[in-house]
Protein backbone atom coordinates (compact mmCIF):
# COMPACT_ATOMS: atom_id res chain seq x y z
CA UNK A 1 0.00 0.00 0.00
CA UNK A 2 1.46 3.43 -1.03
CA UNK A 3 -0.35 6.86 0.24
CA UNK A 4 -3.02 7.52 2.75
CA UNK A 5 -5.21 4.60 2.66
CA UNK A 6 -8.71 4.85 4.46
CA UNK A 7 -10.83 1.92 5.66
CA UNK A 8 -14.24 1.20 5.37
CA UNK A 9 -14.74 3.26 2.18
CA UNK A 10 -18.73 3.18 2.53
CA UNK A 11 -19.86 3.18 5.75
CA UNK A 12 -24.09 3.17 6.68
CA UNK A 13 -25.10 3.19 10.42
CA UNK A 14 -27.89 4.04 12.65
CA UNK A 15 -28.15 7.07 15.41
CA UNK A 16 -27.36 4.56 17.73
CA UNK A 17 -24.82 2.40 16.13
CA UNK A 18 -20.72 2.49 17.81
CA UNK A 19 -18.57 2.52 14.51
CA UNK A 20 -14.99 3.96 13.89
CA UNK A 21 -13.04 5.25 10.60
CA UNK A 22 -9.38 3.98 10.44
CA UNK A 23 -6.61 6.26 8.39
CA UNK A 24 -3.41 4.89 7.37
CA UNK A 25 -0.35 6.62 6.15
CA UNK A 26 2.17 4.76 4.69
CA UNK A 27 4.61 8.01 4.00
CA UNK A 28 6.67 8.24 7.04
CA UNK A 29 5.05 11.57 7.88
CA UNK A 30 4.53 13.08 11.18
CA UNK A 31 1.31 14.60 11.36
CA UNK A 32 -2.62 13.55 10.57
CA UNK A 33 -5.99 15.29 9.93
CA UNK A 34 -9.48 14.51 9.73
CA UNK A 35 -11.63 16.49 7.64
CA UNK A 36 -15.47 16.56 7.06
CA UNK A 37 -16.73 17.11 3.10
CA UNK A 38 -20.25 17.86 3.06
CA UNK A 39 -22.21 18.73 -0.37
CA UNK A 40 -22.37 22.45 -1.23
CA UNK A 41 -19.71 23.10 2.13
CA UNK A 42 -16.18 24.17 2.17
CA UNK A 43 -13.94 21.08 3.76
CA UNK A 44 -13.96 21.31 7.47
CA UNK A 45 -11.24 21.00 9.12
CA UNK A 46 -12.31 18.73 12.52
CA UNK A 47 -8.72 17.14 14.06
CA UNK A 48 -5.41 17.59 13.61
CA UNK A 49 -2.42 15.44 15.28
CA UNK A 50 1.08 16.20 15.42
CA UNK A 51 3.78 13.18 17.18
CA UNK A 52 0.59 11.56 18.18
CA UNK A 53 -0.75 14.74 19.96
CA UNK A 54 -3.80 16.20 19.00
CA UNK A 55 -3.18 20.34 18.58
CA UNK A 56 -6.55 21.09 16.61
CA UNK A 57 -9.89 20.51 18.06
CA UNK A 58 -11.89 22.63 15.57
CA UNK A 59 -14.87 22.78 17.99
CA UNK A 60 -16.39 19.28 17.15
CA UNK A 61 -18.97 17.52 19.01
CA UNK A 62 -18.09 15.21 21.39
CA UNK A 63 -20.22 12.55 19.59
CA UNK A 64 -16.91 12.04 17.34
CA UNK A 65 -13.84 10.80 19.31
CA UNK A 66 -10.19 11.06 17.30
CA UNK A 67 -7.69 8.43 18.35
CA UNK A 68 -4.03 8.42 16.98
CA UNK A 69 -2.14 5.82 18.50
CA UNK A 70 1.24 5.98 16.36
CA UNK A 71 2.20 8.50 13.81
CA UNK A 72 1.00 6.03 10.77
CA UNK A 73 -2.04 5.43 12.32
CA UNK A 74 -5.59 7.68 12.66
CA UNK A 75 -8.86 6.64 13.92
CA UNK A 76 -12.07 8.38 14.57
CA UNK A 77 -14.75 6.91 16.50
CA UNK A 78 -18.04 7.34 15.93
CA UNK A 79 -21.21 6.97 18.73
CA UNK A 80 -25.03 8.68 18.29
CA UNK A 81 -24.77 10.27 15.32
CA UNK A 82 -27.20 12.22 13.70
CA UNK A 83 -28.49 12.06 10.16
CA UNK A 84 -26.46 15.86 9.65
CA UNK A 85 -23.51 14.13 10.56
CA UNK A 86 -23.54 12.24 6.81
CA UNK A 87 -20.83 13.36 4.65
CA UNK A 88 -17.51 12.19 3.08
CA UNK A 89 -15.06 12.17 5.94
CA UNK A 90 -11.12 12.28 4.75
CA UNK A 91 -7.68 11.90 5.90
CA UNK A 92 -4.54 13.43 5.65
CA UNK A 93 -1.27 13.30 6.68
CA UNK A 94 1.72 15.65 6.09
CA UNK A 95 5.53 15.71 6.79
CA UNK A 96 6.32 18.11 9.38
CA UNK A 97 5.71 18.25 13.21
CA UNK A 98 6.28 21.56 13.48
CA UNK A 99 3.06 22.27 11.34
CA UNK A 100 4.74 25.28 9.26
CA UNK A 101 2.19 26.01 7.19
CA UNK A 102 4.45 25.20 3.78
CA UNK A 103 3.67 21.53 4.03
CA UNK A 104 1.58 19.48 1.43
CA UNK A 105 -1.43 17.51 3.01
CA UNK A 106 -1.52 13.96 1.36
CA UNK A 107 -5.10 12.71 1.08
CA UNK A 108 -6.81 9.07 1.42
CA UNK A 109 -9.79 8.48 -0.70
CA UNK A 110 -12.52 8.90 2.17
CA UNK A 111 -15.02 7.07 3.88
CA UNK A 112 -18.50 7.99 2.33
CA UNK A 113 -20.92 7.55 6.09
CA UNK A 114 -24.61 7.47 5.56
CA UNK A 115 -26.80 7.95 9.35
CA UNK A 116 -30.04 6.68 9.09
CA UNK B 1 -9.69 34.39 10.32
CA UNK B 2 -8.78 33.47 6.34
CA UNK B 3 -11.72 32.64 4.16
CA UNK B 4 -12.15 31.32 0.46
CA UNK B 5 -14.28 32.12 -2.47
CA UNK B 6 -14.81 30.69 -5.33
CA UNK B 7 -17.89 32.02 -7.16
CA UNK B 8 -18.12 29.44 -9.85
CA UNK B 9 -19.92 26.33 -8.48
CA UNK B 10 -19.73 24.73 -11.82
CA UNK B 11 -17.53 25.49 -15.17
CA UNK B 12 -18.46 23.90 -18.58
CA UNK B 13 -15.73 23.78 -20.90
CA UNK B 14 -15.43 22.61 -24.38
CA UNK B 15 -12.34 20.09 -24.84
CA UNK B 16 -8.96 21.82 -26.19
CA UNK B 17 -10.14 25.58 -25.07
CA UNK B 18 -8.54 27.19 -22.36
CA UNK B 19 -10.07 27.48 -18.28
CA UNK B 20 -9.19 29.81 -15.86
CA UNK B 21 -11.41 29.00 -12.12
CA UNK B 22 -11.63 31.84 -10.24
CA UNK B 23 -10.49 32.04 -6.49
CA UNK B 24 -10.24 35.27 -3.57
CA UNK B 25 -9.39 35.06 0.02
CA UNK B 26 -9.47 37.18 2.76
CA UNK B 27 -7.10 37.70 5.29
CA UNK B 28 -5.74 40.12 7.51
CA UNK B 29 -2.03 38.27 7.98
CA UNK B 30 -0.01 36.72 5.02
CA UNK B 31 -1.01 33.49 3.82
CA UNK B 32 0.20 30.82 1.72
CA UNK B 33 -2.44 29.12 -1.14
CA UNK B 34 -3.12 25.92 -2.75
CA UNK B 35 -5.11 24.24 -5.11
CA UNK B 36 -6.44 20.91 -4.93
CA UNK B 37 -8.00 18.65 -7.05
CA UNK B 38 -10.88 16.01 -6.42
CA UNK B 39 -11.30 13.19 -8.97
CA UNK B 40 -14.39 11.38 -8.37
CA UNK B 41 -14.31 8.71 -5.82
CA UNK B 42 -10.65 9.68 -5.21
CA UNK B 43 -9.00 11.90 -2.27
CA UNK B 44 -8.13 15.86 -3.02
CA UNK B 45 -4.41 15.69 -4.48
CA UNK B 46 -2.34 18.87 -4.68
CA UNK B 47 -1.85 20.32 -7.99
CA UNK B 48 0.29 23.76 -7.07
CA UNK B 49 0.96 26.17 -3.98
CA UNK B 50 1.99 29.45 -3.89
CA UNK B 51 5.02 30.34 -0.59
CA UNK B 52 7.13 32.75 -1.89
CA UNK B 53 8.77 34.49 -5.11
CA UNK B 54 7.69 34.21 -8.50
CA UNK B 55 3.93 34.91 -8.57
CA UNK B 56 3.31 32.28 -11.22
CA UNK B 57 3.26 29.18 -10.06
CA UNK B 58 2.89 26.01 -12.31
CA UNK B 59 1.83 22.93 -11.40
CA UNK B 60 0.90 19.35 -12.59
CA UNK B 61 -1.15 18.23 -15.66
CA UNK B 62 -0.17 21.77 -17.28
CA UNK B 63 -2.07 23.47 -14.36
CA UNK B 64 -1.26 27.52 -13.30
CA UNK B 65 -1.55 29.84 -10.53
CA UNK B 66 -1.05 33.21 -10.06
CA UNK B 67 -0.63 35.41 -7.12
CA UNK B 68 -2.03 38.58 -7.30
CA UNK B 69 -1.80 40.15 -3.84
CA UNK B 70 -3.44 43.54 -4.14
CA UNK B 71 -6.74 41.63 -5.95
CA UNK B 72 -6.18 38.97 -3.34
CA UNK B 73 -6.57 36.35 -5.91
CA UNK B 74 -5.49 33.09 -6.96
CA UNK B 75 -6.98 32.14 -10.03
CA UNK B 76 -6.03 29.04 -11.68
CA UNK B 77 -5.16 28.11 -15.55
CA UNK B 78 -4.72 25.77 -18.01
CA UNK B 79 -4.25 26.94 -21.81
CA UNK B 80 -6.08 23.48 -23.25
CA UNK B 81 -8.70 20.74 -21.34
CA UNK B 82 -8.46 17.90 -21.45
CA UNK B 83 -11.75 15.22 -20.91
CA UNK B 84 -9.50 14.13 -18.11
CA UNK B 85 -9.43 17.18 -16.68
CA UNK B 86 -13.36 16.90 -15.41
CA UNK B 87 -13.01 17.03 -12.06
CA UNK B 88 -13.87 19.36 -8.45
CA UNK B 89 -11.10 21.86 -8.03
CA UNK B 90 -10.38 23.55 -4.45
CA UNK B 91 -8.54 26.58 -3.62
CA UNK B 92 -7.29 26.50 0.09
CA UNK B 93 -5.09 29.09 1.85
CA UNK B 94 -3.20 28.24 5.28
CA UNK B 95 -2.06 31.30 7.46
CA UNK B 96 2.00 31.91 7.27
CA UNK B 97 3.39 30.76 10.49
CA UNK B 98 0.56 29.18 11.84
CA UNK B 99 0.66 26.81 15.06
CA UNK B 100 -1.42 23.81 13.21
CA UNK B 101 -1.35 23.52 9.05
CA UNK B 102 -4.66 24.18 9.21
CA UNK B 103 -6.08 24.52 5.51
CA UNK B 104 -9.22 26.93 4.72
CA UNK B 105 -10.85 25.77 1.61
CA UNK B 106 -13.58 27.39 -0.60
CA UNK B 107 -16.66 25.37 -1.69
CA UNK B 108 -15.13 23.77 -4.67
CA UNK B 109 -15.13 24.65 -8.39
CA UNK B 110 -16.97 21.56 -10.51
CA UNK B 111 -15.09 21.92 -13.62
CA UNK B 112 -17.04 19.92 -16.34
CA UNK B 113 -15.41 19.13 -19.85
CA UNK B 114 -17.13 18.34 -23.17
CA UNK B 115 -15.97 16.83 -25.97
Known amino acids: ETGVTQTPRHLVMGMTNKKSLKCEQH?????MYWYKQSAKKPLELMFV???????ENNSVPSRFSPECPNSSHLFLHLHTLQPEDSALYLC???????????????FGPGTRLTVL | AQSVTQLDSQVPVFEEAPVELRCNYSSSVSVYLFWYVQYPNQGLQLLLK??????LVKGINGFEAEFNKSQTSFHLRKPSVHISDTAEYFCAVTRKGGATNKLIFGTGTLLAVQP
Open chain 1, 92 to 106: ASSQAPGLAGTDTQY
Open chain 2, 50 to 55: YLSGST
Open chain 1, 27 to 31: LGHNA
Open chain 1, 49 to 55: YSLEERV
